[in-house]
């Protein structure tokens, strides 16, 4: 019963969706680090700088301060730490509309290319079983011979 339970485990941890799902994790998981190292590094130190060298990680409103007693820590609320999240979110959002939208586009140049092929694909004419004459699918009567044709 267990061999039979991780048999079926394994068949389904290889299935192709879910091995794509989880390269797409892995991958989002690093693309993440790297905008919140680009908002943290290169984004917000410059603005920092610009606003009277302020560090937006280090930004808070302290309600209760720490005092010398083991027991009583600081409670703060961090907004500074809010704010580079929220411009991470915003950089991300960005690139999966940009990703989103380039494969919008090359789907419906694919979607036209498909139509156009299938176009060109279907008959235009065909050939009356009477006089063996060329004529229009849409036909319901040969024009050469008057015949009546049957869709």
């Keep these: ?69 083991p027991d009583v820590a600081e409670v703060a609320i961090k907004y500074g730490a809010f704010i580079n999240t929220v411009i991470s979110f915003i950089i991300v959002a960005f690139a999966v509309f940009i990703l989103i939208k380039a494969i919008n586009t090359l789907q419906a140049k694919m979607l036209k290319a498909q139509a156009d092929e299938a176009a060109k694909a279907a008959p235009t004419t065909k050939k009356c079983p009477f006089c063996c004459s060329e004529i229009p699918v849409e036909a319901t009567r040969c024009p050469h011979c008057t015949s009546e044709l049957k869709k």
């Design 1 to 69: 019963m267990i061999k039979n339970f991780f048999n079926e485990f394994k068949t389904f941890a290889m299935r192709g969706n879910v091995m794509d799902m989880a390269v797409g994790i892995i991958i989002g998981a690093a693309f993440g680090k790297i905008v919140t190292s680009m908002v943290e590094d290169v984004i917000m130190p410059p603005i920092g700088w610009v606003l009277g060298n302020v560090d937006f990680s280090d930004l808070k409103l302290v309600l209760v301060k720490a005092s010398k007693d």
